[in-house]
């Protein structure tokens, strides 16, 4: 099977260090990946990147344009990336919504694109300004049926800038849609950052061969672009490896569902990142993600000076889940804590392999969890 | 002569999935005629639909790419194929529910920005694929499965929507005019720009059945009879008329 090729490229900004919000992060990592069409609808908090989208990318010999909504966005996004071009599109919880329709033609027609999602305090209008992380299950359940999409936490501006560079490279390695689950206090938080001279970055594997199939049951087939006379046969019904209509065959749609999970799952040792921190002793561990992995680890810091068995595992991919590595930790654990800015969606997963007592915090008032809390909470598991 | 056309069908294709009697099937050979007398290359074409049964005009039909996408979006995905690969003559095929109720915002948007796609709209009056329930382009009325009692509201006029929201062309024609309505999707088709043309297509099995035109000879009748050249109008035809011609860049 051909394959995804890897190149190292010049980033989108001369080398050295940068004081930037997540949101201008996220606009020249995607840059800096080559992302060529950005298809976006105004919303806080991520209107930002729309705005430096819209003025970098025609510097770059890309396009931007203004959808008439989130819906036409994850269109235009859908359409700019079968033409051929690296394509994202950056919204919040609303706009997210009125996206899972796009989102899950394009995990069924294999579609690579970034779908940037800087979370807010809902449900509905919610608090708009204010931070919250409610759209992790959105993420992998939002659209009918049973996508698989990959979704990364950044929980830093250094990381909006990587991670979004990642997401580029994951979504044309696997021809998946990748979300980079943003939140509003790391898009507004101004940081400084380095951007390196060169970053390496994911070309697609444009052909020849079969755009819908591969011999094996966890393949990435190869993915033609408009225009490169392949008669390319794009649908979001059910299709064979040509891209023709089976929807009554059993065994079409069962191989093509199958193949959709397996080529994901088959290779999470490959997608997964997470970061362990005084781990090796600890009784008492956190798993958290997002900026909430930021607090937890300035805690956990502090209690290790006083000299308690504390450490934080921290996510930095939510799908697919690391569900072997939490099962491995928690069986060394005496007590696991969780910390979220929604009601425990995380939690959640982790409790589906916990293999020692877990206490889940949330916390939904639009604030960040702070240091403090999390110090209290495990203070209070080791009394 | 009957297979004239052959090289623009890929080869797989053994038939279409329109019921005896669709005016589809009659739009899909008037477009391909179209495309035939200009002598494009397929290969330089992308046809764009959603989803209802006009979707089918191009997919799986068509030797080209062919992108079929979401209920009411195709106008949304062409325009970023459009934009990424300029090169593309991209034609957009769909029906009256699916481009100008569900996916309108899109046909009025894409219109205004002068984004260059040929749109070509087959309206049947009618959700033919779900079930003939009522669009906003069934006659005031006129029976549905959503309005048995007759259809209380009006219907678009999509060429006055498409000329206000700034389509460079609009033009009107039913498939009972068949060189009519070729020579508009090749000027369509030609013109830089948002071009929309509005093909009336007869769909016996939902709208005529409803509406007691029994058999498909009667729904081409009742276009025939119905249809009238813009040349010839008063303004003061009843709204049953259906008025035909270029509006907008003629
Ligand atoms: S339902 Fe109507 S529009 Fe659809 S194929 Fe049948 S006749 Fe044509």
Not at chain 1, 8 to 15: D, G, I, K, N
Not at chain 1, 370 to 383: A, F, G, N, W, Y
Not at chain 2, 59 to 66: K, V
Not at chain 2, 72 to 84: D, H, Q, S
Request: contains cysteine; proline residues 6%.
């Amino acid at each position: 099977m051909s394959e995804a090729t890897t190149q190292q490229v010049t980033a989108s900004l001369p080398e050295g260090r940068y004081f930037f919000s997540g949101n201008e992060a996220v606009a020249e990592g995607a840059l800096s990946a080559g992302c060529r069409f950005y298809g976006g609808y105004p919303i806080t908090p991520s209107s930002e990147i729309m705005e430096r989208m819209a003025a970098r990318l025609p510097e770059r010999g890309g396009v931007f344009i203004q959808m008439e909504d989130e819906i036409a966005s994850i269109a235009s996004v859908i359409g700019a990336s079968w033409a051929g071009a690296k394509a994202m599109t950056a919204t919040s919880g609303p706009g997210i919504s009125l996206m899972q329709e796009g989102i899950g033609y394009a995990v069924f027609t294999e579609t690579p694109c970034v779908i940037v999602d800087i979370q807010r305090a809902g449900p509905s209008t919610g608090q708009a300004t204010k931070v919250g992380s409610g759209d992790i299950m959105q993420a992998k359940w939002g659209s009918h049926g049973d996508a698989l999409p990959i979704a990364l936490s950044p929980w830093s501006v250094q990381e909006m800038f990587d991670l979004t560079l990642q997401a580029f490279n994951l979504a044309e390695r696997f021809r998946v849609p990748v979300y980079l689950m943003g939140e509003e206090a790391t898009a507004h938080l101004r940081e400084g950052i380095r951007v390196p001279e060169r970053v390496e970055v994911v070309e697609r594997n444009r052909g020849p061969g079969d755009p819908f199939g591969t011999d094996e049951p966890d393949g990435v087939p190869p993915m033609p672009a408009f225009g490169d006379g392949q008669k390319l046969l794009v649908t979001g019904s059910t299709h064979d490896r040509r891209g023709f209509r089976k929807t009554d065959d059993p065994e079409t749609h069962r191989v093509l569902v199958e193949r959709l999970h397996k080529k994901i799952l088959n290779h999470a040792a490959e997608i997964i990142q997470m970061e362990a921190y005084h781990l090796e002793d600890a009784r008492v561990g956190i798993v958290a993600y997002g900026f909430t992995a930021r607090s937890a680890l300035f805690a956990v810091n502090r209690l290790r000076k006083e000299g308690l068995p504390v450490g934080l595992l921290r996510l930095k991919t939510l799908w697919p889940f690391p569900y072997e590595t939490v099962e491995a930790l928690t069986g060394s654990l005496a007590h696991c804590l969780t910390f979220e800015m929604n009601m425990g969606q995380v939690s959640g997963e982790i409790q589906k392999v916990c293999r020692c007592p877990l206490s889940v915090t949330t916390q939904v008032n639009g604030t960040i969890i702070s240091p403090l809390t999390i110090e209290r909470k495990i203070r209070e598991v080791l009394s | 002569m009957t297979r004239a056309l052959e090289g623009y069908i890929r080869p797989e294709i053994t038939g279409t999935p329109f019921c005896p009697g669709c005016g589809h099937g009659s739009l899909m050979g008037t477009i391909l005629r179209a495309i035939e007398d200009l002598g494009w290359d397929m290969d330089d074409m992308l046809f764009v639909s959603g989803i209802g049964c006009a979707g089918w005009i191009p997919s799986p039909h068509f030797n080209a790419d062919t992108l079929h996408t979401l209920h009411g979006r195709a106008i949304a995905f062409a325009t970023g194929a459009k934009l990424v690969n300029p090169d593309l003559r991209v034609m957009v095929i769909g029906g009256d529910g699916d481009l100008t109720s569900i996916g309108g915002n899109h046909l009025i948007h894409a219109a205004r920005r002068n984004i260059d796609l040929t749109v070509i709209c087959a309206n049947n009056m009618i959700y033919g694929m779900t079930g003939g329930q009522a669009a906003s382009t069934t006659p005031v009325g006129c029976f549905s499965s959503t309005t048995p009692q007759g259809n209380p509201y009006p219907p678009f006029d999509l060429c006055k929507l498409l000329e206000g929201a700034g389509a460079r062309y609009v033009a009107r024609f039913a498939i009972t005019q068949p060189l009519e309505l070729r020579e508009a999707i090749k000027k369509a088709l030609t013109l830089t720009g948002f071009t929309f043309v509005e093909a009336v297509s007869p769909c016996p099995t939902q709208f005529g059945r409803r509406n007691r035109i029994d058999q498909a000879t009667g729904m081409i009748r009742y276009l025939q009879e119905h249809c009238l050249p813009k040349e010839e109008a008063t303004g003061s035809e009843g709204p049953d008329k259906i008025i035909t011609g270029e509006f907008v860049g003629a």
